[in-house]
């Protein structure tokens, strides 16, 4: 991967309580073109930023330093970490969420990823989707971002494959996502949405065992 361009964000600020980036958030930008996001991305009356913006052609800006903290995450949590704008470094990709993800776009996001997790020795667990940290709120990268592609990269926490409960109920979803990292105050209906958009995003109906299935904490039901 080239150097990214460097497009200065007025949109940041400094890490509290002298954090490092432990964290990468992956955003869709929901907005008609690369340029467009970038526009408000930069622009101080938005009061959002990010890290860095993926075009659809794989290339790639910077806006704003790692080492400092841009406002893409709002409010939500993810493990233990409540205040993910202070602990993690966020990226946008050109994409409206209706769509696949380009191979350009993925090439360069893989490659990006690559070097920050070197960089920073982020785990891949901690690779997650703006919905993952923000049930009910979020929803990018969406349903067609190919998380198994960065998983079989070693570019994220790989999904589990035991055998779901026989009775699944809400209780222990919620313990088994929590154990997963989805610590967010949220209802049930919206973890349930959380979880399947980042393994199952085309399911529907009811809690069913595969929904537990790749969450990968069989202890948690046996």
């Excluded at 959002?48 to 659809?56: D, E, F, N």
């Amino acid at each position: 991967m080239t150097a990214p361009l460097w497009h200065p964000s007025p949109n940041f600020g400094a890490r509290r309580l002298g954090a490092k980036p432990d964290m990468v958030v992956i955003h869709y930008t929901a907005m008609s073109s690369a340029e467009a996001a970038l526009e408000r991305l930069c622009d101080p009356q938005a009061e959002v930023s990010a890290h860095y913006l993926i075009g659809a052609d794989g290339h790639v800006w910077q806006m704003v330093a790692e080492i400092a903290r841009a406002w893409h995450a709002g409010a939500g949590s993810w493990q233990d970490v409540i205040d993910v704008n202070s602990r993690s470094i966020g990226i946008e990709l050109d994409n409206p969420g209706d769509r696949p993800f380009p191979e350009p776009l993925m090439n360069a996001l893989e490659s990006l990823l690559r070097a920050i997790l070197g960089r920073w020795a982020i785990p891949r667990d901690r690779v997650i989707g703006h919905s993952d940290m923000a049930p009910g709120r979020k929803h990018d990268p969406g349903p067609h971002f190919d998380w198994e592609r960065l998983e079989q990269a070693g570019l994220a926490g790989k999904r589990g494959h035991d055998i779901g409960p026989g009775n699944p109920n809400p209780d222990t979803f919620r313990a088994v996502a929590r154990r997963a990292g989805y610590t967010a105050d949220v209802d049930d209906d919206a973890l349930l949405a959380a979880v399947r958009l980042r393994y199952r995003p085309f399911a529907t109906g009811p809690l069913s065992p595969e929904d537990y299935t790749p969450l990968g904490h069989t202890a948690l039901w046996t």
